[in-house]
């Protein structure tokens, strides 16, 4: 089975890097960017099956970059979580088309149930999206 790609974009190197154990101890490839710049070239290049966002990050703020992830054609359908410290931007996240808001600090079992639940419903998403589209049947 191909392990799912999670892109994390955050500026708190301690916290990454306990993000990125953790996520590769339940399975997942994880990719890394530190800003939205760099979070939208590396979704392009990557094409990470999720994005896990922090709000407060260099290059215009994660807000910024959720809308510019979803208004590309090549980066629109991934799912994007907000991961932060910043209360009360869950309406924003959910004008944004976020599939989550986790608050940090996180509780882990929380953040990985948000994680799985949010695959899920892309998985189901994009197999409804090919049987509509090739007009398959199972």
Same mark, same amino acid.
């Given at each position: ?36 710049? &760099? ?11 999720? %994005?896990?966002?922090?709000?407060? @990050? /260099? #290059? $215009? ?5 959720? &809308? ?11 799912? %994007?979580?907000?991961?932060?410290? @910043? /209360? #009360? $931007? ?10 989550g808001y986790v608050m ?10 948000? @994680? ?23």
């Amino acid at each position: 089975m191909v392990k799912k790609k999670i892109l994390v974009v955050d500026c708190e190197q301690d916290m990454v890097k306990a993000l990125k154990v953790r996520l590769e101890a339940n399975g997942y490839h994880v990719v890394l960017a530190s800003d939205s710049v &760099e979070a939208f070239r590396i979704a392009n290049q990557e094409n990470p099956d999720l %994005i896990l966002l922090d709000i407060m @990050i /260099p #290059g $215009g703020g994660g807000f910024v970059a959720a &809308e510019r992830l979803k208004q590309s054609a090549a980066t629109h359908h991934i799912p %994007i979580i907000f991961l932060t410290g @910043i /209360p #009360g $931007g869950e309406e924003r996240a959910h004008k944004l088309g976020a599939s989550g808001y986790v608050m940090k600090p996180y509780q882990p079992e929380e953040l990985m149930e948000t @994680i799985h639940h949010t695959l899920e419903i892309s998985r189901r998403q994009t197999r409804e999206t090919i049987v509509e589209t090739i007009g398959v049947t199972s």
